[in-house]
């Protein structure tokens, strides 16, 4: 069985930092790509930054270039988000996403986070 795990999150003032962390564990046969969504009230989940597991490619929201870097930790099947230069519109449910494919299963499949909350003061 397969689990995504989010940790970090807080609360912040603005200008701050804050990192998260989402590590993918169980039985794993390869990892496609993890990244990391928001939601905030009312609003839809939405892509914040995405990293492809062979390549090492990032996808950043244009909101958020410049301020928040993703890495990966290959061997802990682990990425990291590091953001700076909070502002109070980034507050919102972080989720953790990965595209792996687990090694009962033949093709890639979604798991999700329970998400960790981010609240940035102003």
């Known amino acids: 069985q397969v689990q995504v795990v989010e940790s970090g999150g807080g609360v912040v003032q603005a200008g701050g930092s804050l990192r998260l962390s989402c590590a993918a564990s169980?039985?794993?046969?390869?990892?496609?790509?993890m990244g990391w969504y928001r939601q905030a009230p009312g609003s839809q989940r939405e892509l914040v930054a995405r990293i492809v597991w062979s390549s090492g490619n990032r996808n950043y929201a244009d909101s958020v270039k410049g301020r928040f870097a993703i890495s990966r930790d290959n061997a802990k099947n682990t990425v990291h988000l590091q953001m700076s230069s909070l502002k109070p519109e980034d507050t919102a449910v972080y989720y953790c996403?990965?595209?792996?494919?687990?090694?009962?299963?033949?093709?890639?499949?979604?798991?999700w986070g329970q998400g960790t909350q981010v609240t940035v003061s102003s």
């Open positions: 996403k990965a595209v792996l494919t687990p090694r009962s299963a033949d093709r890639a499949t979604t798991y």
């Open positions: 169980g039985s794993i046969y390869s990892i496609t790509n």
